[in-house]
């Protein structure tokens, strides 16, 4: 571990992998740093001759070819808070079995709204435009959730083969949702 004082409130730490396993730091979702921070943060402190009380910390987590790279911005706390750690909000999408599994869904349920279907990476997924899709899906497609980079990703780089949406127009003065006709892009 390597600690250096940039300036008067912004300290860098270096960790290498045996540091974040010693502290109990990990970049998985599942992992809870609480604990290993305090460590830390104590071992900074008694380092570097930093007095903990009345002092709030943003700390950024950079990963590195052989550990991580924390840099630690030490301010004064306006008002006491423990720890936040900002979770990713994870976004689902439908991994069909094969294409006949999808060909099978398209046909069964033409009339579902707001999907899109992609072939990425030799699979064929199904993206809802809405947060749930329908229950009958999981007979076709696994449920797998993705952070909302992945469906970037996906989206971006995968071949749209399918696009439904459902719109709304007026008609007579009232407004009536339409489904639009299926369309094919690139092929399928």
């Known amino acids: ?5 940039l300036n008067k409130g912004t300290i860098l730490v270096s960790l290498c992998a045996e540091d974040m396993c010693a502290y109990s730091l ?8 609480e604990l290993g921070l ?11 001759g930093l007095d903990h009380k009345g002092k709030s910390y943003l700390i950024e987590a950079l990963p590195s070819k052989s550990g991580c790279l924390l840099i630690i ?15 990713r909000q994870l976004l689902d999408l439908y ?15 033409p009339y579902e709204s707001g999907y899109s279907i992609y072939r990425y990476q030799s699979r064929y997924i199904l993206i809802p435009s809405r947060s749930s899709a ?9 449920r797998r959730p993705v952070s909302a980079a992945m469906l ?19 008609v007579g003065g009232r407004t009536v949702a339409v489904r639009d006709a299926a369309s094919r892009h690139g092929g399928g």
Do not use: N
């Open 134 to 142: 329908p229950g009958e899906l999981l007979e076709y497609a696994e």
């Open 1 to 5: 571990m390597t600690i250096e004082i």
């Open 73 to 87: 911005t030490v301010r004064k706390a306006k008002y006491r808070r423990k720890f936040r750690v900002k979770r």
């Open 38 to 48: 305090k460590k830390l943060l104590y071992h900074i402190g008694e380092s570097c």
């Open 152 to 170: 970037a990703h996906i989206r971006e780089f995968g071949r749209l083969l399918w696009e439904k949406e459902l719109q709304r127009r007026h």
């Open 95 to 109: 991994i069909f079995f094969d294409s006949d599994a999808m060909l099978d869904y398209i046909q069964r349920y």
């Open 26 to 33: 990990s970049f998985d979702e599942d992992s809870d740093p």
